[in-house]
Each structure stands twice: as C-alpha cells, then as structure tokens.
C-alpha cells in the first residue's frame, strides 16, 4: 500500500514507535480461506478508507470523550485519505452525538457532514445508535445525502454490504429515542435480504456494521449467531468491520474476521485520533489495515 505521506497528518513519536512495534512482533498477520480468493484479477487492490465513532456535538468534554475535538480529528483524516486516494470511505457509524433539539442535532450532522464534504472520493455511512437518537432515519440519510440504510455495492471486483442495526428486537427502527442502546437487532426482513443478496452471485464480500456480531452483551446484536450463520453459509466473506465499542479488537469466526475499529471521540485531538485504510485483492486474497494513530494494523496473506 503506498503510505500517506508524511506531510499528510502529524503522527506523534510515540505512535511511530507503536507502528514499528507491531509491524516487527507480525502478530498480526493472519490468513485467508483459499474458498474467498477470486478468480478474476481486478486492476489494482481495493482501498478504502475507515472511521468510525466520530461523535460530533456541541458539547462539553465529559470523561474520555472529546466531543468538538472530533472536528479537528475529522480534518485531519480527511487530508490524509485524500492524500491516499482510496476507491471509497466508509463511517461506521455515531456520526454524530446528543442534540437538545432535534434542530440542535441536525446542526451537529450539518457541521460534520460540511467537513466530510471535503472528500475526494465516494463515501458511504453505516448508522449507529447516536445517528438516530434524536433524528429519524429518514432525518439523518437526508442530512448525509444517502437512501438507504442497509445496501450492497459491487466495487473492483468485490461486493460491499452495509448493514442496519439500528433496530429494536421488535424490529421497531431506532428514532427520537425510543430505545435503549443495549437492544439492537437485525430484523428478520434484513436478513433475508442479506441471504438473498449473498446467493445472487458468487464474490469476495466485505461486510460494515456498527453494532458488533461476534459478541454477545451490551455491545452485540441480538440475532448476531443467525447473521454469522448467513455468512459462513455464503462462503464468500471475508471480513467484517464494526465499530460501536471504541476500542480496537479482532476475532476470527469460523473463517470470518471480525474487527472492531477504534473510535475517533476518544482522547483530545492533540494527542489522540483513529482511521485506516483498508487494502483488499479479491484475486489475491491478500488484505491489509494500515491504521492511523490509535487505530491499529492488520494483515492477512493468502495461503501457502
């Protein structure tokens, strides 16, 4: 992967010494099933860019979360994706934070959402929880230029799915807070379409959701076994990415990895900030995270 240049974004010394750490100690490398290799090389890799938790408000500090901070974090990821130029840039979710008002609020996605404009390349929102606290759905994709909340892309050979989990166990949608941030699920309608749109045709598959599938809990979904059971059945995916509890994990599951991206609302702005860019040849099967700051690296090579 070509690096962000230097003049891109300043990176303190003693995340330099933690990049190194981790590139030298290889622990985390993994590898591939052979089954989600392509069979058609693609031009050159996907690349996309990562970031998740931003969190924006107008609101004071309170504990670890730095919630204006959030504006000068964003403008510094997006000088570096726009130095990089990936393919697409994915949020996954929490955009935004509490708003008064529903006014209030939509001033928050407002804000932000001018700052993302900034872009250079497309960019896709996954919802999460705050995204829709005050606002309705159809409030925030409006306020983000989006349709819909769940979709399925095809981008350089690879198919990416946007997931919704922004839903009671009821399968009531999330809204002008009517639910309580330990109740999410994937309805039953969604998941069919998810099996649906994973038998359509045969490809290397990414998967974006804010809420988490490989763990039960506050942080997990309700229905996340039946989804990873949809998954594995397709053979197809790779990888799926989450956010939701702000710290950097990762977790295989029969085949799958499942990372959980570091949120950009914690720490100040001086000392702290969370991106990637994600790599992928679906021909190839090799796959790289190339995290920023607090975010860390990955890397799955295909098999001997």
Same mark, same amino acid.
């Given at each position: 992967?070509?690096?962000? &240049?230097? *003049? %891109?974004?300043?990176?303190?010394?003693?995340?330099?010494?933690? $990049?190194?750490?981790?590139?030298?100690?290889?622990?985390?490398?993994?590898?591939?099933?052979?089954?989600?290799?392509?069979?058609?090389?693609?031009?050159?890799?996907?690349?996309?860019?990562?970031?998740?938790?931003?969190?924006?408000?107008?609101?004071?500090?309170?504990?670890?979360?730095?919630?204006?901070?959030?504006?000068?974090?964003? $403008?510094?990821?997006?000088?570096? +994706?726009?130095?990089?130029?990936?393919?697409?840039?994915?949020?996954?979710?929490?955009?935004?934070?509490?708003?008064?008002?529903?006014?209030?609020?939509?001033?928050?996605?407002?804000?932000?959402?001018?700052?993302?404009?900034?872009? !250079?390349?497309?960019?896709?929102?996954?919802?999460?929880?705050?995204? /829709?606290?005050?606002?309705?759905?159809? !409030?925030?994709?409006?306020?983000?230029?989006?349709?819909?909340? +769940?979709?399925?892309?095809?981008?350089?050979?690879?198919?990416?799915?946007? @997931?919704?989990?922004?839903?009671?166990?009821?399968?009531?949608?999330?809204?002008?807070?009517?639910?309580?941030?330990?109740?999410?699920?994937?309805?039953?309608?969604?998941?069919?379409?998810?099996?649906?749109?994973?038998?359509?045709?045969?490809?290397?598959?990414? /998967?974006?959701?804010?809420?988490? @599938?490989?763990?039960?809990?506050?942080?997990?979904?309700?229905?996340? &076994?039946?989804?990873?059971?949809?998954?594995?059945?397709?053979?197809?995916?790779?990888?799926? +990415?989450?956010?939701?509890?702000?710290?950097?994990?990762?977790?295989?599951?029969?085949?799958?990895?499942?990372?959980?991206?570091?949120? /950009?609302?914690?720490?100040?702005?001086?000392?702290?900030?969370?991106?990637?860019?994600?790599?992928?040849?679906? %021909?190839?099967?090799?796959?790289?995270?190339?995290?920023?700051?607090?975010?860390? *690296?990955?890397?799955?090579?295909?098999?001997?």
């Amino acid at each position: 992967m070509k690096p962000i &240049p230097k *003049d %891109a974004v300043m990176i303190s010394q003693e995340r330099i010494q933690r $990049r190194q750490f981790i590139k030298m100690a290889g622990t985390s490398t993994f590898a591939l099933s052979p089954g989600l290799i392509g069979a058609t090389p693609s031009q050159s890799p996907l690349r996309i860019g990562l970031i998740t938790d931003i969190h924006y408000a107008d609101l004071p500090t309170a504990g670890t979360r730095h919630y204006r901070d959030s504006i000068e974090k964003v $403008r510094e990821a997006v000088k570096a +994706f726009n130095a990089a130029a990936p393919d697409m840039v994915i949020f996954l979710g929490d955009l935004i934070d509490t708003g008064s008002t529903v006014e209030k609020e939509y001033g928050h996605l407002e804000t932000i959402y001018r700052e993302l404009s900034q872009l !250079e390349m497309p960019i896709r929102f996954v919802l999460g929880n705050h995204c /829709v606290w005050t606002l309705t759905k159809s !409030e925030f994709l409006k306020g983000v230029r989006q349709k819909r909340s +769940f979709d399925a892309i095809e981008l350089k050979g690879t198919r990416l799915v946007m @997931l919704d989990a922004c839903h009671r166990k009821d399968g009531v949608s999330y809204g002008r807070q009517n639910y309580v941030w330990t109740d999410t699920e994937i309805p039953k309608n969604q998941r069919d379409w998810l099996r649906t749109t994973l038998s359509e045709s045969s490809q290397p598959t990414l /998967v974006f959701v804010h809420q988490r @599938l490989d763990v039960e809990g506050n942080h997990g979904v309700h229905s996340a &076994p039946e989804v990873r059971r949809i998954l594995e059945e397709s053979g197809q995916v790779a990888a799926v +990415f989450q956010g939701h509890s702000h710290d950097n994990d990762h977790r295989q599951i029969k085949g799958i990895h499942y990372l959980t991206m570091r949120a /950009v609302i914690e720490g100040p702005a001086s000392q702290h900030n969370a991106y990637a860019l994600l790599e992928f040849d679906p %021909a190839g099967g090799r796959m790289t995270i190339d995290g920023r700051r607090d975010q860390k *690296d990955y890397q799955w090579m295909p098999p001997a």
